[in-house]
C-alpha cells in the first residue's frame, strides 16, 4: 500500500525515525566515554574535551528531535549507556550508589556529582540550542513560536555556567615565588610544579624552597589516596626556610590522580620503587648524595619501607603519625570509637559501629566510619599556627591544583584507597623492619588515637637505629606536621643540624 508523504502515517514514522537517529550521538558518546575515560574526566585535557563534546552531543540531539525534550533524552542515554560501558572497572565512585553515611555521598559527589556537571548540564545546554536552532529553520510560512521567558532567562544562566566551567578548567595550575617580608621573589629560591616520569607514569611534585641549595626533604602524604600539595602549601612554609620541600602526589592521588590506571599495577611494592625513584629524581635534580624522607600516616608506611630496602639515599627518616600494623589499628580503633561512643551516650554511632561489626571490610567505604567517627581525634586544642585550611577539602583550593583536580581531589582519595589499603593486610613493622640503617625519629602527637600511638610505641622500642628520637607534640593529634606546623619545622631544622654531615 501506498501511503502519501502528507500521511499522518508517514509523518509520525519519519518522527520517529528522528527519534531513533537523535540517540544515536548520545549512545556512542557513552560508549566511547566508557572506555576511554571509565572514571569520568580526570585531567584538564579530558574536562575540557568533555565539556565541549558534551555540547555537541546535546546539540545533534536537539537538532534531529526539535523538542526541549532532547534536554532529557540526551543525558539519559548518555548516563545509561557510560554505566553499562564502565562496568568492567570497580571503585567507590563507580560502584553501586550509598546513601547512608557521609563517605557514601562524598563518592556520589566527587564521582558522578562531577560527571554531572562537566557532562550532562552541557550537554543538556546544547540539546536545548540544537533543538531551538531547528525549529528556527522549518519551511516557509511555519512560524516558531517565541520561547517563554522563563526558559530563555534559564538557558541564559545555563549557558553562562558552561562558559564559565570551560573558562575555569582552562585555568592552569601554578605555585607563586618564594617571597621575603616585602613580598619581592628571592633569588635563588625555587617555586615549581613539576612532572616527572616515576614508574611509567608522568607525576606531579611541587618544590619549594628559599633556596634551591639547601638539602631536600621528600613529603609523603598520608592514604593511600591523599594529596599533601594543597596541605603542606597552607603549612608548609616555615619548612621552606630550610630545605627545598618536595611535596610528591602520589600515583593515583590530587595531580597524580589520571596515573591511577591500571589499577592492577598500583601495588604497595610498586608505590615503595615509586618513592625510591623520586628519591633518585631529586638526589640528580639538586646534585644531593642524600635527602630527608618524612612520611605522614600512610606515607610513613611506604616510606619506612623504602628505607630499608635503600638507607644509603637518605639522611634520616622521620615517622609522623606512624603506622605499624594498619589492620590490628583499625580493629584497635574501632572498639576505641565504640567505648568513646558509649561514654558520650551516643548510641546512634555505636549501634551504627555494632551494626556493621569489626574490621576489616569489604566495602572501602566502612573504614572511614570505624576509624575516623571518633570526634576526640579531632577536637582539641591545636597549635596557634594551625591552619584549618590544610584539612580536607578546604586543602583543595590552592592555585596548585586546576580546577578538574579540585573537583576530583576526594574521588581520587576514595579511589586510590579502594585499591591499596586492602593490601596492607600481611604489614606488621614489629616483625618485619625492627631494623633500618638511617636515624630515625618518630613524631607523635598527643592527641593521636590510641590505637596507632600504641603500636607506634611497641615498634619505636623494638626498633634498632644508628640513633633514635621519639618526640611527643602536645598539640597535635594524628597528623604534628599541619597541627603545630611552626614546631615541627622547628625539629626538622634540628634534624638537619643533627645529620646533614654525617656520611
Same mark, same amino acid.
Given at each position: 500500500m501506498h501511503v502519501r508523504a502528507d500521511?499522518?502515517?508517514?509523518? $509520525?514514522?519519519?518522527?520517529?525515525?528522528?527519534?531513533?537517529?537523535?540517540? $544515536?550521538?548520545?549512545?556512542?558518546?557513552?560508549?566511547?566515554?566508557?572506555?576511554?575515560?571509565? !572514571?569520568?574526566?580526570?585531567? =584538564?585535557?579530558?574536562?575540557?574535551?568533555? +565539556?565541549?563534546?558534551?555540547?555537541?552531543?546535546? *546539540? *545533534?540531539?536537539?537538532?534531529? =528531535?526539535?523538542?526541549?525534550? *532532547?534536554?532529557?533524552?540526551?543525558?539519559? =542515554?548518555?548516563?545509561?549507556?557510560?554505566?553499562?560501558?564502565?562496568? !568492567?572497572?570497580?571503585?567507590?565512585?563507580?560502584?553501586?550508589? !550509598?546513601?547512608?553515611?557521609?563517605?557514601?555521598?562524598?563518592?556520589?559527589?566527587?564521582?558522578?556529582?562531577?560527571?554531572?556537571? %562537566?557532562i550532562l548540564l552541557p550537554m543538556m545546554v546544547g540539546a536545548s540550542h540544537g533543538a531551538a536552532l531547528a525549529r528556527r529553520r522549518r519551511g516557509p510560512g511555519q512560524v516558531e513560536p517565541r520561547p517563554h521567558l522563563v526558559r530563555r532567562t534559564g538557558l541564559g544562566i545555563a549557558t553562562v555556567a558552561v562558559? *564559565?566551567?570551560?573558562?575555569?578548567?582552562?585555568?592552569?595550575?601554578? =605555585?607563586?615565588?618564594?617571597?621575603?617580608? @616585602?613580598?619581592?621573589?628571592?633569588?635563588?629560591?625555587?617555586?615549581?610544579?613539576?612532572?616527572?616520569?616515576?614508574?611509567?607514569?608522568?607525576?606531579?611534585?611541587m618544590l619549594r624552597g628559599v633556596s634551591a641549595d639547601m638539602p631536600v626533604l621528600l613529603y609523603l602524604e598520608g592514604g593511600p589516596g591523599g594529596t599533601g600539595i594543597g596541605r603542606i602549601r597552607n603549612s608548609g612554609e616555615n619548612l621552606e626556610q630550610s630545605f627545598v620541600v618536595a611535596t610528591w602526589d602520589q600515583r593515583g592521588t590530587g595531580k597524580s590522580y589520571d596515573a591511577l590506571e591500571p589499577a592492577v599495577t598500583l601495588t604497595l611494592d610498586q608505590m615503595v620503587q615509586d618513592t625510591i625513584a623520586v628519591t633518585a629524581y631529586l638526589r640528580e635534580r639538586f646534585d644531593e648524595d642524600k635527602i630527608y624522607l618524612v612520611g605522614s600516616s600512610w606515607g610513613t608506611v611506604i616510606g619506612t619501607l623504602a628505607v630499608q630496602r635503600s638507607p644509603e639515599l637518605f639522611h634520616a627518616y622521620v615517622g609522623t603519625g606512624q603506622m605499624v600494623d594498619p589492620f590490628a589499628t583499625d580493629r584497635l580503633m574501632y572498639a576505641e570509637s565504640i567505648a568513646d561512643a558509649?561514654?558520650?551516650?551516643?548510641?546512634?554511632?555505636? @549501634?551504627?559501629? !555494632?551494626?556493621?561489626?569489626?574490621?576489616?571490610?569489604?566495602?572501602? %567505604?566502612?573504614?572511614?566510619?570505624?576509624?575516623?567517627?571518633?570526634?576526640?581525634?579531632?577536637?582539641?586544642?591545636?597549635?596557634?599556627?594551625?591552619?584549618?585550611?590544610?584539612?580536607?577539602?578546604?586543602? %583543595?583550593? +590552592?592555585?596548585?591544583?586546576? $580546577?578538574?583536580?579540585?573537583?576530583?581531589?576526594m574521588a581520587a582519595i576514595a579511589e586510590t584507597y579502594a585499591v591499596l589499603y586492602p593490601q596492607l593486610s600481611e604489614i606488621d613493622f614489629r616483625s618485619q623492619v625492627t631494623r633500618l640503617d638511617v636515624p630515625v625519629y618518630l613524631v607523635q602527637g598527643r592527641h593521636e588515637a590510641a590505637g596507632r600511638g600504641t603500636l607506634a610505641d611497641e615498634w619505636f622500642e623494638l626498633l634498632s637505629a644508628p640513633r633514635k628520637e621519639y618526640v611527643s607534640f602536645d598539640r597535635s593529634g594524628h597528623t604534628p606536621p599541619y597541627d603545630e606546623p611552626g614546631r615541627f619545622a622547628d625539629l626538622m631544622s634540628g634534624v638537619r643540624a643533627a645529620t646533614e654531615g654525617e656520611p
Open positions: 500521511h499522518p502515517t508517514a509523518a $509520525l514514522s519519519r518522527t520517529g525515525g528522528r527519534w531513533l537517529v537523535a540517540v $544515536l550521538p548520545a549512545t556512542a558518546a557513552g560508549i566511547l566515554a566508557g572506555w576511554l575515560i571509565p !572514571r569520568g574526566p580526570v585531567t =584538564t585535557v579530558e574536562a575540557v574535551g568533555a +565539556v565541549i563534546a558534551a555540547i555537541l552531543v546535546g *546539540a *545533534a540531539t536537539g537538532w534531529w =528531535t526539535r523538542s526541549p525534550w *532532547a534536554m532529557v533524552l540526551a543525558p539519559v =542515554t548518555f548516563m545509561l549507556v557510560f554505566e553499562l560501558a564502565r562496568m !568492567r572497572v570497580d571503585g567507590p565512585t563507580v560502584d553501586g550508589i !550509598r546513601l547512608d553515611g557521609l563517605y557514601g555521598v562524598m563518592a556520589l559527589v566527587a564521582g558522578r556529582g562531577v560527571d554531572a556537571v %562537566l562558559l *564559565a566551567l570551560l573558562a575555569g578548567l582552562l585555568r592552569p595550575a601554578s =605555585t607563586t615565588p618564594v617571597v621575603d617580608a @616585602d613580598g619581592d621573589p628571592i633569588p635563588g629560591s625555587i617555586a615549581e610544579l613539576v612532572d616527572v616520569p616515576i614508574g611509567g607514569h608522568d607525576q606531579s611534585i558509649d561514654a558520650r551516650g551516643d548510641t546512634g554511632t555505636a @549501634d551504627t559501629l !555494632r551494626a556493621m561489626g569489626p574490621p576489616p571490610y569489604d566495602d572501602t %567505604l566502612d573504614y572511614p566510619v570505624a576509624i575516623a567517627s571518633n570526634p576526640r581525634w579531632m577536637n582539641f586544642d591545636h597549635g596557634a599556627d594551625y591552619h584549618a585550611d590544610s584539612e580536607y577539602p578546604m586543602s %583543595l583550593f +590552592v592555585s596548585e591544583y586546576a $580546577l578538574i583536580e579540585q573537583l576530583r581531589g
